[in-house]
């Protein structure tokens, strides 16, 4: 967040103007999406609100993050990687598990990753890809958290 501090405290930037800049400037997108509230007019009480999720082919395919261990056979790291698996960009796709028993028996496990939902790319100098999504606006009273759709990294599991 040096970059943020750069821009946005020290050379006076709007936040909103550089916000490209400052999630490609951080690797943070491999961890979370962000939700980026702000006042673009000072004498209207409403924040609006923009999500931006990160999409890497192998590490978030369709900005969803893979879970690390299959519900299944429980193994850890056992998906078939993403960029193996034949799809058109932002299509819904499954990923198999790839453990097998010790008397060789595959894992039936499977992980559907959902289509990317509508949203528009930011420019990509960098490998992955940022997605901004608008979620409206917000009195600033409000709690974003009571109000706003929640990321549907959690999804169900298919056997
Ligand atoms: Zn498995």
Redesign the pocket.
């Known amino acids: 967040m040096l970059t943020y501090a750069d821009l946005v405290i020290v050379n006076g930037m709007d936040a909103s103007t550089c916000i490209s800049s400052l999630l490609y400037s951080s690797n943070i997108g491999i961890h979370t999406t962000i939700l980026f509230l702000y006042n673009s007019k000072k004498d209207v009480s409403l924040l609006s609100v923009a999500r931006y999720a990160w999409e890497h082919d192998e590490k978030r395919p369709n900005t969803h993050t893979i879970p690390l261990g ?1 519900n ?2 429980h ?1 850890i790291r ?1 998906w078939c990687d993403a960029r193996a698996v034949k799809r058109e960009s932002g299509e819904e796709f499954t990923v198999p ?1 790839l ?1 097998t028993s010790a008397d060789g028996v595959r ?1 039936s ?1 499977k992980y559907l990753i959902p289509a990317r939902p509508p949203s528009t790319a930011l420019a990509s100098p960098y490998v992955g890809t940022w997605y901004s999504y608008n979620l409206g606006s917000l009195p600033p009273d409000s709690t974003p958290a009571d109000s706003l759709p929640t990321d549907s990294t959690s999804l169900p599991m298919l056997s």
């Open positions: 299959c299944v056979c193994s056992s598990c453990s894992c496990g």
